[in-house]
Nanobody, 120 residues
Framework: QVQLVESGGGLVQAGGSLRLSCAAF????????MGWYRQASGKQRELVAT???????NYADSVKGRFTISRDNAKNTVDLQMNSLKPEDTADYYC??????????????WGQGTQVTVSS
């Protein structure tokens, strides 16, 4: 099992910045991809950014140039630096990790979510 602990959400004015952090704990062999997803009220959960263990990144078009995902493989942490925030970035943000372990092949794990609110 993998437990993901998130931190860093909050309230910020439009144009401001926030940094989200997520740490993975538990018994596993390794983590392939880690990432951040978000879910706004009344909408489906959507990808924000992912990063592989090799450092390859993928971003949603809506956040390209504003958000930066980074990862520390030694510490099993993933961060999301969010700059130039917009009201439409308001959502609950969820950390994701795709891990392999005693259970076998890759399995997705999710954090509890952290709220980000951007005021106009």
């Amino acid at each position: 099992q993998v437990q993901l602990v998130e931190s860093g959400g909050g309230l910020v004015q439009a144009g401001g910045s926030l940094r989200l952090s997520c740490a993975a704990f538990g018994s596993y062999f390794g983590i392939n991809a880690m990432g951040w997803y978000r879910q706004a009220s009344g909408k489906q959960r959507e990808l924000v950014a992912t990063i592989t263990s090799g450092g390859s990144t993928n971003y949603a078009d809506s956040v390209k140039g504003r958000f930066t995902i980074s990862r520390d493989n030694a510490k099993n942490t993933v961060d999301l630096q969010m700059n130039s925030l917009k009201p439409e970035d308001t959502a609950d943000y969820y950390c994701n990790a795709r891990a392999i372990g005693p259970w076998g092949g890759p399995r997705d794990y999710w954090g509890q979510g952290t709220q980000v609110t951007v005021s106009s």
